[in-house]
């Protein structure tokens, strides 16, 4: 026999939630996974226009590089600076 019981599962954290450019979290796809993993989640974002929003998250990519560098270097974390150097080669061209 199943007995059903109600209870909590998970919990949903709401603490970052907010109205936002979505360029934002492409940027950060940008940054951690690279051009093909942006170009593969631009191509299946369902938006009218995504050739402007295709520029903006190579900015967002640089910037949050920037403060991982920063926060690495200051707090002493090692794991915000050691992928860095690698990650700088999408955004960051030669």
Do not use: H
């Not at 940008?30 to 009218?48: I, S």
């Amino acid at each position: 026999m199943l007995t059903r019981t109600r209870a909590s599962t998970g919990i949903i954290d709401w603490s970052d939630a907010a109205l936002a450019d979505p360029a934002y979290d492409f940027g950060l796809l940008y940054r951690d996974l690279g051009p093909a993993a942006l170009d593969l989640a631009l191509n299946a974002y369902q938006a009218d226009d995504t050739t402007a929003l295709r520029r903006r998250p190579v900015f967002y990519a640089r910037c949050t590089l920037v403060e991982d560098l920063a926060y690495g270097i200051q707090s002493g974390l090692r794991a915000c600076t050691d992928k860095r150097p690698t990650a700088l080669e999408w955004p960051f061209p030669a």
